[in-house]
């Protein structure tokens, strides 16, 4: 299973930044989802819950989600925590569509 195209796919659906770890000998795919205010964090899971369905159909592997606030991910994943991916940043390169 190729957890790079899954990260991509499951980062389109949700908006945030997502990294993937396959643990194969257990099935596992343990998603984190990075800079997710802590009121989304419910719906977040929910909907990658949703998504494993469509993306793991034949059900041989299942989704560990593990979101992480804008705070929790400056603290331990600072990678994650750049300007670039805070959700709804406007960039000077983007016309603004709304």
């Known amino acids: 299973m190729k957890t790079m195209s899954l990260d991509k ?7 945030y930044p997502v990294s993937c770890v396959l643990k194969e000998e257990e099935g596992q795919i343990i998603v984190r ?7 989304r964090k419910a719906d ?3 909907t990658i819950y949703d998504l494993e369905k469509n ?3 034949e059900g041989n592997a299942f989704f560990s989600v593990i979101a992480y606030t804008p705070d ?3 603290q331990h ?3 994650f925590s750049r300007p670039e991916w805070t959700p709804g940043l406007v960039r000077p390169s983007t ?3 709304s």
């Open 95 to 97: 016309p603004n569509l």
């Open 55 to 57: 993306l793991i159909p």
């Open 44 to 46: 977040l899971e929910k």
């Open 72 to 74: 929790e991910t400056g």
């Open 33 to 39: 989802v990075f800079q997710v205010p802590a009121d």
């Open 77 to 79: 994943y600072p990678k």
């Open 9 to 15: 796919q499951i980062q389109r659906a949700v908006g």
